[in-house]
């Protein structure tokens, strides 16, 4: 996920939010642009950006992402007790607080500051090299050499001696 699919996911998410006619209730999940997990990626993405940015202390631009964050679980097949709901709202709230107050640990002018942000999220990195290299090992079947003696043999590999 990129910083522009974010945008796009946030922007089209906050469109359906503004629905008047749903707000206080169950809304249907098929509505969302992306699954509930990726939608509070793409939150947390557009946090970071603004962190780096040093806009996040902006509270016009950041309390709209926050509360499209506590609402999310309004999307739901099954309806919510109150009870349920407001604890999922307080535990989105937390989980955007945490990921937050691991974002002031980063250093913003680290040359691994996006590959810190994008592991702290959980979205997997892969540039077209190492993708397209891991594509080809699994259409052909192909496993390192270790992999491969491991389980054929069903011995442990030993290690080379050294000869003098």
């Known amino acids: 996920?990129?910083?522009?699919?974010?945008?796009?996911f946030?922007?089209?998410?906050?469109?359906?939010?503004?629905d008047e006619t749903k707000r206080g209730s169950r809304r249907d999940p098929s509505l969302l642009p992306a699954p509930k997990e990726c939608v509070m990626k793409a939150i947390k993405l557009e946090i970071a950006q603004l962190f780096l940015l040093n806009s996040h202390t902006n509270e016009s631009i950041t309390r709209?992402?926050?509360?499209?964050?506590m609402f999310l679980d309004s999307f739901s097949e099954l309806p919510f007790e109150p009870s349920e709901f407001i604890e999922s709202m307080h535990r989105r709230r937390r989980e955007i607080d945490s990921f937050y107050?691991?974002?002031v640990k980063l250093d913003r002018h680290d040359g691994f500051y996006w590959q810190r942000v994008y592991a702290m999220i959980g979205i997997d990195i892969g540039t077209k090299k190492t993708t397209f290299f891991?594509?080809?090992?699994?259409?052909?079947?192909?496993?390192?050499?270790?992999?491969?003696?491991?389980?054929s043999s069903g011995r442990l590999p030993v290690g080379r001696l050294a000869i003098d």
Do not use: C
């Open 134 to 151: 891991q594509e080809v090992k699994l259409r052909f079947g192909l496993r390192s050499r270790s992999g491969a003696s491991e389980e």
């Open 64 to 69: 709209p992402l926050i509360n499209a964050a």
């Open 1 to 8: 996920m990129t910083i522009h699919q974010a945008e796009q």
């Open 10 to 18: 946030i922007s089209a998410y906050q469109e359906i939010l503004a």
């Open 101 to 103: 107050v691991d974002l």
